[in-house]
């Protein structure tokens, strides 16, 4: 009787695992540059050249690593960090998204009374928010009446005294006051200055002179008015 045994081959093979994780901004744009990790896993064993079963064994599970996500200014993520991820030869690529959004930053617009060196009292501050690197807009209300007034400029800063940092504009509704910043600790200041509108006065008062006329070493002949 001939007997027989199968014969067999080696067999090998990989397979490769991703972790691709991607930090954007809320609308889309990069935040930072995507965090890639890979692990590959190997199988080894031996194939029945006659069945064509397979006698093989795949390596041991692995894990990815946590990821802090990295800190940018005046914005925050929606994760602040990605968790350990254990992965198998079975497993699909892994692909994350952290968005981030921008803080709320908060700026105030004053209004300074120049000729009498203080704040103009019916004027209230007013003060808007808004995400870091959007635009700063204030709307005066129509009781803010500065029809006596002459407009200055708009400065920089919370000190009435401090003029160099002036804004471009020629009327307060013209003034553009830039972004708001990405400072989570101070807030934007602005104050509009302002100055009295003076106006000449012109006031008119008759003088009149009284002459009392006599004749010539006689009584009072007459009386004469003359206005200037």
């Given at each position: 009787m001939l007997?027989?045994?199968?014969?067999?081959?080696?067999?090998?093979d990989t397979k490769e695992v991703t972790e691709t994780i991607h930090y954007l901004y809320e609308d889309n744009p990069p935040a930072a540059n995507d965090v890639k990790h890979s692990v590959t896993f190997t199988k080894t064993g031996t194939k029945d050249?006659?069945?064509?079963?397979?006698?093989?064994?795949?390596?041991?599970?692995?894990?990815?690593?946590?990821?802090?996500?990295?800190?940018?200014?005046?914005?925050?993520?929606?994760q602040s960090k990605i968790a350990p991820i254990s992965v198998d030869h079975t497993s699909n690529d892994i692909d994350k998204t952290v968005i981030y959004t921008a803080n709320k930053q908060q700026a105030t617009l004053r209004f300074?009374?120049?000729?009498?060196?203080?704040?103009?009292?019916?004027?209230?501050?007013?003060?808007?928010t808004g995400s870091?690197?959007?635009p700063i807009l204030f709307t005066i209300p129509k009781s803010y009446d500065f029809s006596n007034y002459n407009f200055v400029a708009v400065n920089k800063g919370d000190n009435p005294t401090q003029t160099t940092d002036?804004?471009?504009g020629t009327t307060l509704n013209d003034v553009t006051y830039g972004k708001f910043d990405t400072d989570n600790t101070t807030d934007q200041y602005f104050i509009a200055h302002f100055t009295h509108k003076i106006s000449p006065v012109n006031e008119?008062?008759?003088?009149?002179?009284?002459?009392?006329?006599?004749?010539?070493?006689?009584?009072r002949k007459d009386n004469i008015f003359k206005t200037f």
């Open positions: 007997h027989f045994k199968h014969e067999t081959e080696p067999i090998s050249l006659v069945t064509g079963k397979e006698n093989s064994k795949w390596s041991a599970v692995q894990t990815f690593p946590e990821v802090v996500s990295p800190v940018i200014p005046s914005y925050t993520p929606t300074y009374d120049d000729s009498s060196k203080k704040f103009i009292d019916f004027a209230k501050d007013l003060t808007v870091s690197n959007s002036s804004l471009s008119n008062k008759p003088i009149s002179e009284k002459a009392v006329l006599y004749a010539e070493n006689g009584p």
